[in-house]
């Protein structure tokens, strides 16, 4: 449930709506899907007792993906607004 944190949440729709207003859907789709994919996963798993190893490495896997994308693209803009600002 740790991962449905209200900063986790919105880091995720920042980076769909960053792709949306890029034009990317294709990105942008990809993103939601997996978002969608983890959501649905955890709101399965909080009605289980128990919970398979397996499901709970795929779970952490799709996080740390959406995770890694979403920390990526920050930097990536920062260092775009750095070059810009240079000249």
Do not use: G, W
């Amino acid at each position: 449930n740790a991962l449905l944190s209200p900063h986790f949440i919105f880091n995720s729709l920042t980076s769909i709506q960053h792709y949306i207003n890029e034009n990317n859907k294709r990105k942008a789709s990809e993103y939601l899907a997996k978002f969608s994919r983890l959501i649905r996963m955890i709101l399965e798993r909080a009605s289980q007792s128990e919970i398979q190893l397996n499901d709970e490495i795929t779970r952490l896997k799709v996080y740390l993906d959406l995770e890694k994308e979403y920390y990526l693209n920050l930097v990536l803009q920062k260092i775009c607004r750095l070059l810009k600002s240079r000249k």
